[in-house]
């Protein structure tokens, strides 16, 4: 249990394009979500959480009109990279949290390239 | 503020022998702490946590930390080291939103 897929895997896109990333919890219902990049060789850093049926809260420092996140239902989220550029290039995670849990469970990631 | 620490970027294990990758943490009130591990181009798979209960926590694929709340350490351990457990570790910290270490690229040689 507790499988959480991600879509696309990877992608690549041109500059100026906009980009969405789906995130969907399979045999639970996720009530929060978490939206993560990763550099390469370096830890995932939380971009935002996201509550179904309500506003994504953003980290310090993230764009909120540049990485659109949308929690529509228990069992979806979406993180919407507009206007890409080549400095958004990463890999990108979600994990979903059951109501009442601790535990994230992840993604297996999208790796977005932005030429 | 929570934070967490995993001071080695790298550990070097033989096959067949102990290992240990170290964190220590830091927070306000109870911890909440977490491993995960990640293999190459793939997200985070939960290994183990402690919320509250026994200092030996037990895990996936044989793992264990101990919770040393003095130390404020919470070691990831294995008895005998797999060549299957080489990846990168990270330890984490949080309830409501989780922060993790840098991670630990963990290599056990054959």
């Known amino acids: 249990g507790a499988v959480v897929s991600q879509h696309p895997s990877w992608v690549i896109c041109k500059s100026g394009t906009s980009v969405k990333i789906e995130c969907r919890s399979l045999?639970?219902?996720?009530?929060?979500m978490f939206w993560y990049r990763q550099f390469p060789k370096q830890s995932l850093m939380l971009m935002a959480t996201?509550?179904?049926?309500?506003?994504?809260?953003?980290e310090q420092g993230v764009e909120k009109d540049k990485f659109l996140i949308n929690h529509a239902s228990l069992t979806l989220s979406t993180l919407t990279v507009t206007s890409a550029h080549p400095e958004d290039s990463s890999f990108y995670i979600c994990?979903?949290?059951?109501?009442?849990?601790?535990?994230?469970?992840f993604g297996p990631g999208t790796r977005l390239t932005v030429t | 503020a929570q934070s967490v620490a995993q001071p080695e970027d790298q550990v070097n294990v033989a096959e067949g022998n102990p290992l240990t990758v170290k964190c220590t943490y830091s927070?306000?009130?109870?911890?909440?702490l977490f491993w995960y591990v990640q293999y190459p181009n793939r997200g985070l798979q939960f290994l183990l946590k402690?919320?509250?209960?026994?200092?030996l926590v037990k895990g996936s694929y044989g793992f264990e930390a101990e919770f040393n709340k003095s130390q404020t350490s919470f070691h990831l351990k294995k008895p005998s080291a797999l060549v299957s457990d080489s990846a990168l570790y990270f330890c984490?910290?949080?309830?409501?939103?989780?922060?993790f270490g840098k991670g630990t690229r963990l290599h056990i040689l054959p």
């Open positions: 927070v306000s009130g109870n911890p909440y």
């Open positions: 994990s979903a949290r059951a109501s009442g849990t601790y535990e994230q469970y």
């Open positions: 984490a910290v949080g309830d409501d939103k989780i922060i």
């Open positions: 045999d639970f219902q996720a009530t929060t």
């Open positions: 402690y919320i509250t209960g026994d200092n």
């Open positions: 996201s509550n179904e049926g309500s506003k994504a809260t953003y």
